[in-house]
């Protein structure tokens, strides 16, 4: 059975930094793309960033470029995203996800 399980959200304030984790079973992580997405109050989900297996090519979306940080230890079976610099509008519910299976996610909040 996949299972996702994702940590380390939590309130910050503007301009802090937060890494998120997804502990990943069930399925072979070292072969695998994965990707985080997020879901913000009231909108639909956004991908936020994906990571390939091999080489681990890393691909973000425009909003977070250059702040956020995605990464895997494939002998932890790990996926995490670093997050520095964050903003209001990155408040959101992040998941991770393979293929079309994704975690119970974990509450970012960003607010003074």
């Known amino acids: 059975e996949v299972q996702l399980v994702e940590s380390g959200g939590g309130l910050v304030q503007p301009g802090g930094s937060l890494t998120l984790s997804c502990a990943a079973s069930g399925f072979t992580f070292s072969s695998t793309v994965m990707m985080w997405v997020r879901q913000a109050p009231g909108k639909g989900l956004e991908w936020v960033s994906t990571i390939y297996s091999g080489a681990g090519s890393t691909y973000y979306a425009d909003s977070v470029k250059g702040r956020f940080t995605i990464s895997r230890d494939n002998a932890k079976n790990t996926l995490y995203l670093q997050m520095k610099n964050l903003k209001p509008e990155d408040t959101a519910v992040y998941y991770c996800?393979?293929?079309?299976?994704r975690g119970q996610g974990t509450q970012v909040t960003v607010a003074s």
């Open positions: 996800q393979y293929s079309t299976t």
